[in-house]
């Protein structure tokens, strides 16, 4: 069982709607990220947190938008998406900055 | 710009046939190179990080090996359950952003029986 909880695993949703996808790790780390995984693509980080406080904005469209409210938690707040962002969303968290990152299982998103 | 070329793309082998993935890359100063496993519908799993020139890992049938070019990931005789995309992914060692991982495209592994 993964140390890195997502949910929910899929979600589908119109260009139109907001919602939000959340993370949850339970092993004591202080370090969080959001990564993007397409089909025949490498995985593209997103966003950094560390100590709750974002190092890290990857050229993101402000159509996503991230949150972290302490070090166990960290959100992906979804508004306005193009069918492009169709993805898994992937969510991982390291004991330090710069130390082997854990990954959750993701999110499945699909943008109709 | 750091890059990460993992070849094969697709590998199937016999339960029982040995055979090797290649991650050859380009960093800055190589800070840590990270092998990682994903199964279909999950996130990728740690498996190894080798940090300098020379340095092996094993676990269980798997071997990662490192030089300054490239790193292999050698399977020992695998198993149908080690079927998988295996990820290989590079930190740098120098600059502002040292904790990001550049990643490879992966190699699909399938082991038939």
């Known amino acids: 069982e993964t140390g890195v909880t997502q949910t929910p695993r899929h979600l589908v949703m119109g260009m139109t709607n907001k919602k939000s996808l959340k993370c949850e790790q339970h092993l004591g780390h202080n370090a969080m990220y959001w990564y993007k995984q397409s089909a025949k693509k490498p995985l593209e980080l997103m966003f950094v947190y560390s100590l709750e406080e974002r190092v890290e904005n990857n050229s993101v469209p402000s159509r996503f938008s991230p949150e972290c409210p302490n070090s166990s938690h960290l959100f992906l707040h979804l508004h306005t998406l193009q069918p492009e962002d169709s993805a898994l969303y992937l969510c991982?968290?390291?004991?330090?900055?710069?130390?082997?990152?854990?990954f959750g299982d993701g999110t499945r998103l699909s943008i109709l | 710009e750091d890059q990460v070329t993992q070849s094969p793309e697709a590998l199937r082998l016999q339960e029982g046939e040995s055979s090797s993935l290649n991650c050859s890359y380009t960093?800055?100063?190589?800070?840590?190179l990270f092998w990682y496993r994903q199964d279909p519908g999950k996130g990728p799993e740690f498996l190894f990080t080798l940090y300098s020139a020379g340095e092996e890992k094993e676990k269980e049938r798997l071997k990662a090996t490192l030089t300054k070019k490239e790193s292999f990931l050698h399977i020992t005789a695998p198993k149908p359950e080690d079927s998988a995309t295996y990820l290989c992914a590079v930190q740098a060692l120098s600059g502002g952003s040292n904790y990001k991982l550049t990643f490879g495209k992966g190699t699909l592994l399938t082991v038939n029986p």
């Open positions: 960093v800055s100063g190589l800070r840590g």
């Open positions: 991982a968290s390291s004991d330090r900055i710069n130390q082997p990152q854990h």
